[in-house]
């Protein structure tokens, strides 16, 4: 057996000398290897003298009361998210049998001539829907701590499907005429597909980048100026319909 | 493993005390990795805290079939590699292996003795200081293998890379190491 190499030294020393015929016997009778062994075995060793702060018995218990808060906070966003996805879901699927959003060969304008209030509150409700859904995608960016970098592979998947989700309203809204919702959502769009494109691990210098974007864009407080917007219309068309609930 | 893999069913099903068992079970050899791979105690209880975050937002996608603590490695790994990464572009030096619990008083600290520090303290020093020399790999991959007790194999399932790149990884911070302490250790008798 010729002498034994440095990566079978480092192998056998980890116990880990897979189709090495009898390492163990060689250094027994190879002083070469013997030697180079020695020396490799008392520099693994000293590596164990570095120090290292043992964690208190309780450190794991510590760990959860630091983190089941946070725990708590994701479930809430996704529940809530869910919940929201359905229920915007339930609107559109409304909006489709009403044929606002794909009409049959007729023309747009037809549509809006037929019954323009209901399409346009159609409209709102979803976008109202869509707007809280892009916020709790922001404000998870927005509210990230800085100092750490953040795992945003849940919001870049959220935020492409916000992005597949927002050209039908863009749409409508154009077709309806409503231009302030139309430019919201096509700024929105724009950061949407920012996070989309991102790292799903962004370091702290790419969060602080987006959140420029995001800040450069007012696009959060633009949704939060539309989505009141969206909310008092609700409540006027919903006064309107059903008088009775007013009294 | 059994147990771990109990627990995971469970907290997939929302049983978030299944989880608290989880976090309780593996939070303490995650500091050590993290503690290993970062050099700072404050930094490992925040990648300790990340990963379980990360985890639990990724539960569904553990395969059962695999060992829950390798997975949290390979988590925890990321975000060590993530942290050092940032410090390394900030061109902020992490506090030296061997200044345990800055920041983080509440921690004891398992240090050798008075004489064998006495004994060691150049090589410690050395040994120190050759551990930030490492790449981001070669690091991860020498923690994994001499701290963590994972074989090969495991450690280029946690660096995500082949076996072949894993073992090179292990090899060339052994290198490294040696080169720097073999000129300050006593010869051999």
Known sequence: ?247 | MEIDRAFVVKARSGDTDAFRALVERHSRSLFRLAFRMTGNAQDAEDVVQESFLRAYRQLDRFDERASFGTWMYRIATNCSLDLVRVRKRRNQTPVAADEPGEGVPELPSLAPSPERIALSGEVRERLAAAMNELSETERAAFVLRHFGGLRVEQISHVLECQPGAAKHSVFRAVQKLRRALEPVMSPIR
């Open chain 1, 1 to 247: 057996m010729n002498h034994l190499n440095e990566e079978q030294l480092v192998l056998y020393y980890y116990g880990e000398e897979n189709g090495v015929p009898d390492v163990a016997g060689h250094l027994e009778s190879c002083e070469t290897c013997r030697q180079a062994y020695v020396s490799l075995e008392r520099v693994l060793d000293a590596a164990d003298e570095l120090t290292l702060p043992e964690p208190a018995e309780d450190f794991g218990a510590r760990t959860w009361e630091r983190i089941a808060p946070r725990l708590a906070a994701r479930r809430a966003v996704f529940a809530a998210a869910v919940w929201r996805w359905a229920a915007a879901a339930g609107v559109l699927l409304a909006a489709l049998l009403a044929g606002q959003f794909y009409p049959k060969p007729r023309p747009a304008a037809a549509v809006a001539v037929a019954d323009p209030q209901a399409g346009e509150r159609l409209l709102r409700l979803a976008v109202g829907d869509y707007l809280e859904r892009s916020q709790m995608v922001l404000a998870e960016v927005a509210n990230a701590n800085p100092r750490q970098p953040l795992d945003i592979s849940f919001e870049r998947e959220r935020a492409a499907d916000l992005v597949a989700e927002s050209r039908l309203y863009r749409q409508t809204a154009l077709r309806t005429g409503d231009a302030a919702v139309a430019g919201v959502l096509d700024d929105l769009d724009r950061v949407m597909l920012e996070i989309t494109h991102s790292p799903a691990r962004l370091t702290p210098a790419e969060l602080e980048r987006l959140r420029d974007t995001l800040d450069s864009e007012e696009i959060l407080f633009k949704i939060r100026v539309l989505g009141a917007d969206v909310r008092a219309d609700e409540a006027a068309a919903a006064a309107v319909s059903n008088p009775a609930r007013k009294s």
